[in-house]
Nanobody
Framework: QVQLVESGGGLVQAGGSLRLSCVAS????????MAWFRQAPGKEREFVAG????????SYANSVKGRFTISRDNAKSTVYLQMNSLKPEDTDVYYC???????????????WGQGTQVTVSS
């Protein structure tokens, strides 16, 4: 059974940091690109960051460049999102996702985590 289990969300003050983790099981982790998306109530799901199967390339939404870093540890079947200099507009539910192809279009992703809430206070 495929599972993506997220952790690390919570409440932080503006300017603070969080690290999200997503532990995957039930599929061959290193054959899938991984990504983080976020979604606020009433809004479309938004691409945040992506990483290739081997981890040798990454991509970011313009709104998080220079503040967020995506990484993966294939030996641990885990992808991370380090979030620094957090802003109130980063407040969203964050989702981990997996797909062999990768990319920023959420509808193509094959597997999804349950989502974890990130709240940034001003």
């Amino acid at each position: 059974q495929v599972q993506l289990v997220e952790s690390g969300g919570g409440l932080v003050q503006a300017g603070g940091s969080l690290r999200l983790s997503c532990v995957a099981s039930g599929y061959t982790f290193n054959t899938y690109a991984m990504a983080w998306f976020r979604q606020a109530p009433g809004k479309e799901r938004e691409f945040v960051a992506g990483i290739s199967r081997s981890g040798d390339s990454t991509s970011y939404a313009n709104s998080v460049k220079g503040r967020f870093t995506i990484s993966r540890d294939n030996a641990k079947s885990t992808v991370y999102l380090q979030m620094n200099s957090l802003k109130p507009e980063d407040t969203d539910v964050y989702y981990c996702a997996a797909d062999p192809r990768g990319g920023s279009y959420y509808l193509i992703y094959r597997y999804w985590g349950q989502g974890t809430q990130v709240t940034v206070s001003s």
